[in-house]
């Protein structure tokens, strides 16, 4: 069974940001591999945000702002969140805004490049890197898309007719399993009768709970969370683990087990031992988006991953500001270091680096705007707005957040592969600690396989982990990943990779770029929906407005893009 094409199907059918910047490190010598007579290339290091993060959190006082910005509204944080504030305040007429870009211009949806090798340009993702097709409740969504021309007609309509382009192409997904490639994620054709059974029962089961709805009306599970329904008798479900409701209800197939393991890890960074049992279910019956022009389950895709939708709606907010004249960039780089509200307006201290600048010498401005908008992850928010006016206290309500890596491999040709599906866009190895590898040039249309490409691995650094990584606790895993070398960071990035090619993938590769995120996503643990302090943010609607994925405490594109968007039209209205 494929997952995605599931998260789609009806019952009848059986994802990063630190705080600013980017560390990179480099430099190693590439390693020589005894007994394959191949060298290992010495990986690029990105630590996106760290130590302006860690320059946030422990500095006691910041330089004189050398200069002035007055605007309407300020928007800080250029991940998706922010971007999507932008486009719904210009699309509705108000171009004074300014956006800080925060962290990484993008958030968990940026990119990388390794440039071109003949006539190909190799990007890819370094982070989130594929988008469900929107259901019904996702107006905002299909807002978006129809908006940058990824839908091409009727965007309300039950099903749109999207840009082929974007559509994820086939083979989509497989999975490495027993020592072969199958198609989809879930191995039922492999395993005892009495394990497939359970696979059909559970299919079923999630299949039917896309269309349940509590005592209020409203879908149990929807995307955005705001939409889904707050019936006690299903918000209950959120006091046990994923795990735990699998187990109540009899499935005990160790394949099963893996996969919404898998599943979970996948979208939240931790096991589904930890899950919330609500998020869990979340994931497979919130989506129901269906397409004229593609199967059901189908995703939208591109070789960067989601920042091809950074850029799009960049080029949109552009276009909406293109007639005003004089009007002056709405972009700017740094980071904010402080938010209060003086009066009938709200200050905002910000910091940047100048080009070779040390981490202890930053340029700061002050911007004076009469709304604010915090689009920026709440561990971040906690040491620059003052949420405990807000109803927030960090002790108690800051999610629990994944630490990641992210890693992207440049190939000269195609590894050898082993028998059973072909290559496939989304690449998967059962029990892997890693989540499996996705292909950038998959969605290219031609007629025989590019001179190269990029495989991109992903890896949350979670206790799932397997034995012989990083230390298990949180903490020491993020100190793992501040202070290993670059070599210890790759053996762990490239477990997947050598199950599936051997040491033989290294006759291939030729640059290696590992982006690093400590604080890449929120991970709904069990009690998650019973967040105080993130329901007091979700209303707030005073100067100081709120806007992330955080608030949801999911983190994917649907949820930061709702956020954002329900922020400015605040402002607007």
Request: glycine fraction near 10%; charge should be neutral; proline fraction near 7%.
């Amino acid at each position: 069974m494929d997952r995605r094409r599931f998260l789609i199907a009806g019952a009848g059918a059986a994802g990063f940001s630190l705080l600013a910047g980017c560390d990179r490190l480099g430099g190693e010598t590439s390693r020589f591999l005894a007994g394959v007579g191949l060298r290992e290339p010495a990986p690029l290091v990105l630590r996106p945000g760290m130590a302006e993060g860690h320059a946030l959190r422990d500095a006691a006082r910041w330089p004189a702002p050398q200069d002035e910005i007055v605007t309407e509204v300020a928007i800080l944080g250029g991940g998706v969140a922010g971007l999507s504030a932008a486009w719904q305040l210009a699309r509705g007429g108000l171009h004074d805004f300014l956006l800080v870009d925060g962290p990484e211009f993008g958030g968990n949806a940026a990119a990388g490049n390794f440039g071109g090798i003949g006539t190909d340009d190799l990007r890819f993702p370094r982070g989130a890197h594929y988008l469900p097709l929107p259901s019904a409740e996702s107006t905002h969504i299909r807002e978006m898309l129809a908006d940058t021309g990824v839908i091409l007609r009727d965007p309300f309509a039950a099903r749109p007719d999207f840009d082929e382009r974007a559509l994820v192409h086939a083979p989509d997904e497989r999975l490495f399993f027993d020592g072969k490639w199958r198609d989809g994620l879930l191995p039922s054709d492999a395993v005892p009768d009495a394990e497939a059974t359970q696979h059909a029962r559970f299919l079923v089961r999630v299949g039917q709970l896309k269309s349940a709805r509590g005592s209020d009306g409203r879908k149990v599970f929807a995307i955005p969370l705001a939409l889904a329904s707050q019936d006690p008798a299903w918000t209950a479900l959120d006091r046990q683990s994923m795990r735990q409701w699998m187990l109540a209800e009899g499935y005990t197939s160790p394949t099963l087990h893996g996969y919404v393991d898998y599943c979970c890890r996948d979208d939240y960074g931790a096991g589904h031992d930890l899950i919330s049992a609500w998020a869990g279910l979340h994931y497979f019956a919130s989506r129901a988006g269906h397409a004229d022009n593609a199967a059901d389950g189908a995703v939208l895709t591109w070789p960067d991953g989601l920042h091809t939708m950074v850029t799009r709606l960049c080029a949109r907010i552009d276009a909406y500001r293109a007639a005003q004249t004089g009007a002056r960039p709405w972009r700017r780089p740094g980071i904010a270091l402080q938010v209060r509200e003086q009066g009938r307006e709200v200050s905002v201290l910000c910091a940047w680096w100048p080009q070779g600048a040390p981490i202890s010498a930053p340029r700061t401005c002050r911007i004076r705007a009469r709304r604010v908008i915090c689009a920026m992850p709440l561990h971040v928010a906690a040491h620059v707005a003052p949420l405990g006016e807000f109803g927030f206290d960090p002790a108690r309500h800051l999610p629990p957040t994944a630490p990641w890596m992210v890693s992207s491999f440049r190939l000269r040709g195609f590894p050898p592969e082993a028998p059973g599906v072909p290559l496939a866009w989304d690449n998967v190895v059962h029990g892997g600690r890693g989540l499996g590898y996705v292909v950038s040039t998959h969605q290219l249309i031609r007629q025989a396989k590019p001179a190269a490409t990029v495989f991109t691995a992903y890896c949350p650094l979670d206790a799932a982990a397997a034995a012989g990584g990083p230390p298990r606790s949180v903490a020491d895993t993020r100190r793992w990943l501040a202070e290993a070398a670059p070599a210890e960071l790759m053996d762990y990035a490239t477990t997947d990779l050598h199950t599936a090619y051997g040491r033989a993938f290294w006759r291939h590769a030729d640059a290696v770029e590992i982006t690093v995120r400590g604080h890449a996503m929120a991970s709904p643990r069990t009690g998650f929906l019973a967040n105080a302090g993130a329901t007091a943010l979700r209303a707030a609607d005073g100067r100081i407005l709120f806007a992330h994925a955080d608030l949801s405490g999911l983190s994917v594109f649907e949820e930061a893009a709702w956020w954002g968007t329900r922020a400015a039209r605040t402002i607007l209205n």
